[in-house]
């Protein structure tokens, strides 16, 4: 049985495991064998180990410079770009929270969050095997794609600290405006440690290319895997682990915590969409290494992943844009920045398995259905999304998954499933099946997300209350929270 994974997760080459077991595509050889005996007619000798595998400077490099990419995308890129989104006197608020939110997500990763993510354990939750980065250290090294391939263990735990962090702090629009600066933080600390830590163990865990030789070691490794690596499930940069994840916890806390005093009655357009446009743009160049960077090897893939994000984008920026004109007579900046951010979505989870013209197709797909999202289906549910998360990567998350299982197809372009014991692609692809693994991954990161955040925003609630008095949302959180004010009066 073939399985199929996407974005790398890995730990200790050498003691536990590591990487995405079948990644689409990757090219992986079986390290060399042994040299035999230079005495011939000697008794035979136990064959000399293999030495280590050593990282890459090229691909250590690429990963160290994919992170910095990442946390740009998160301060400044999101920051900007929800901060210019929401009224002058709730801007430095909404900044304040992205920044703190990033910097107790960073610290709580390496005490205890790589570890519950990245090492043997359960379906659903690692081990406590590397708590405070035990054991890690500079010569430490982590499983790529490849057979053989490593990079430095600092490097991938590194790399993936900023996904945690910018999936945490995607929450914070669909709340904006509302809620007490303490209990953003305490809701984001519950969260990723009960939602996000098991949904990425759960779809990134696996025991690494090099577990895998044969069919019997191929049943180890799934067993050992996380439960939607196990059944096969296809992201390669996160379409479940970050924007599924975060838009749904979003989208209840729009609801538990209610809406913005005035909402529908007084205006509430956003006050500066030239820092939106500016923050757009800096999420669109850090996410070339948030999806090309987790392909985690300077290589081939990583060039299509590159070229995927780039005209997945592009091509939903355009979509938008033209729905946008024609259903309401003009095209605005904030849709077409917005259609870029649903493009980034919806190519998140399919970058590294699906063709360049499958992207594209994504991508055109994402914008007119992000539209709706934002538009008919937030009057449906009657939510204040303050910033749209649900409607840009709830919807723009669901469509790429399911697409990923589309288009990863080779029969439509895409690069199929690697076959780790045969070391070549398989031989075969159903979409219709794909398609159904998919799903299911959708629904466990809905329900799982949803039930973990209903919780997390009562027990917040319950300790030191979710909203802001009515007085302190009036006057902007800004100056109620915060003491200062971005522009003087």
Known sequence: ???????????????????????????????????????????????????????????????????????????????????????????????????????????LWAIYGYSLSFTAGNPFIGSFDKLFFKGMTPDSIAATFSKGVVIPDFTFAAFQATFAAITCTLIIGSFAERVKFSAVVLFCVLWFTFSYLPIAHMVWYWDGPDAITDAASLDVVTANAGLLWAKGALDFAGGTVVHINAAIAGLVGSFVIGKRIGYGRESMAPHNLTLTMVGASLLWVGWFGFNAGSNLEANGMAALAFMNTMLATAAAALSWTAAEGLLKGKASMLGAASGAVAGLVAITPACGFVGPMGSIIIGLLAGVCCLWGVTGLKHMLGADDSLDVFGVHGVGGILGALLTGVFAAPSLGGVGIYDYVANAAAAEYSISGQVWIQLQAVVVTLVWSGVVSYICYKIVDALIGLRVTEEEEREGLDISSHGETAYTR
Do not use: H
């Not at 990644?23 to 000798?45: L, R």
């Open 1 to 107: 049985m073939v399985f199929a994974a996407g974005v790398a997760t890995s730990t200790a080459y050498a003691d536990t495991p590591a990487a995405a077991a079948v990644q689409a595509g990757a090219t992986g050889a079986a390290p060399a064998a042994p040299a035999a005996s230079a005495q011939a007619a000697a008794p035979a000798a136990a064959p000399a180990a293999a030495p280590a595998p050593v990282p890459n400077k090229g691909d250590t490099a690429w990963m160290t410079v994919s992170t910095l990419l990442v946390l740009l995308m998160t301060v400044p890129g999101l920051a900007l770009f929800y901060g210019g989104l929401v009224r002058s006197k709730n801007m430095l608020s909404i900044l304040m929270q992205v920044f703190v939110v990033t910097c107790a997500v960073y610290v």
